[in-house]
C-alpha cells in the first residue's frame, strides 16, 4: 500500500544534542510538509517542499532545518533541541502539479520526540 | 484570512448516540473542506472531503456537506461506537496565497462509553 512512513516512531534526545527525524513517501507525491504537534493541539506547518522548492513559515524557529534528497525522502533537523521542542512530528504530502492540486494532505505515524 | 471555528470539546457521548461536530469557516473563494481524525498516539487520517457546495463527503458512517449558505461542514454519524474515540479536526485549503496549505480548526475531542 502506497503511505507515509516516519522513522523512528519515537526519539528521545538530550538538551542541545542535535537531532534528526526522517520520512519517507511511496505516494509520489511532489509536495512534502513537517508539522509540530503538541497535546493533540491543532497541528502547526513548521514548512514544506513544493519539489525542490523549500517553503520556510514565517515563525519557524531558526533551529528547525530541513533536506529532500529526492522525491521520496525528506528530513527534520532539530540542531539544538530545547525542552518546549519536545513534541509529536508529522510528515505529510499532497499532489499538485500543473497548478492541479487535490489540497488533501497524507499524514505519517508521527515521530514523538522527548527531550530530556 | 481564512480561518476554521470548530465546536470546543471534549465530546462524550454514549455508544450509539448520535454525533454532531460543528464546523464553520470563513474563507475568500470556494476552498476545499475537509475533516480528519486523529487516533491516540497516531498520525492524522484523511476521513472525509468536500470540494464544492453541495457536495456530501462521507466515510466509515461519517457524513459531512459543504454548506455555502450557512459557511458550515458540520460532521455527523448516526451511531457512534467506542472505536470513534479520537480528535477530530476540521479544515480547509487556503486558496487566499499559497493553496498547498491547510488552516486547521482546534480540533474537537471525542469519547465514547460502553
Known amino acids: 500500500d502506497a503511505m507515509v512512513i516516519q522513522n523512528p516512531r519515537y526519539q528521545v534526545t538530550q538538551f542541545g544534542k542535535p537531532v534528526t527525524l526522517s520520512c519517507s513517501q511511496t505516494?509520489?507525491?511532489?509536495?512534502m510538509y513537517w508539522y509540530q504537534q503538541k497535546s493533540s493541539q491543532a497541528p502547526k506547518l513548521l514548512f514544506h517542499?513544493?519539489?525542490?522548492?523549500?517553503?520556510n513559515e514565517a515563525d519557524t524557529p531558526d533551529n528547525f532545518q530541513s533536506r529532500r534528497p529526492n522525491t521520496s525522502f525528506c528530513f527534520l533537523d532539530i540542531r539544538s533541541p530545547g525542552l518546549g521542542d519536545a513534541a509529536m512530528y508529522l510528515c505529510?504530502?499532497?499532489?499538485?502539479?500543473?497548478?492541479?492540486?487535490?489540497?488533501?494532505?497524507?499524514f505519517g505515524p508521527g515521530t514523538r520526540l522527548t527531550v530530556t | 484570512g481564512d480561518s476554521v471555528t470548530q465546536m470546543e470539546g471534549p465530546v462524550t457521548l454514549s455508544e450509539e448516540a448520535f454525533l454532531t461536530i460543528n464546523c464553520t469557516y470563513t474563507?475568500?473563494?470556494?476552498?476545499?473542506l475537509f475533516w480528519y481524525v486523529q487516533y491516540p498516539g497516531e498520525g492524522l487520517q484523511l476521513l472525509l472531503k468536500?470540494?464544492?457546495a453541495d457536495d456530501k463527503g462521507s466515510n466509515k458512517g461519517f457524513e459531512a456537506t459543504y454548506r455555502k449558505e450557512t459557511t458550515s461542514f458540520h460532521l455527523e454519524k448516526g451511531s457512534v461506537q467506542v472505536s470513534d474515540s479520537a480528535v477530530y479536526f476540521c479544515?480547509?485549503?487556503?486558496?487566499?496565497?499559497?493553496?498547498?496549505?491547510?488552516?486547521w480548526g482546534l480540533g474537537t475531542s471525542l469519547a465514547v462509553n460502553p
Open positions: 474563507a475568500t473563494g470556494y476552498p476545499s
Open positions: 505529510a504530502t499532497s499532489r499538485d502539479y500543473a497548478g492541479k492540486a487535490s489540497y488533501e494532505q497524507y
Open positions: 468536500a470540494t464544492k
Open positions: 517542499y513544493y519539489d525542490k522548492d523549500f517553503n
Open positions: 505516494l509520489n507525491h511532489n509536495v
Open positions: 479544515a480547509l485549503s487556503d486558496l487566499t496565497g499559497n493553496n498547498r496549505k491547510l488552516i
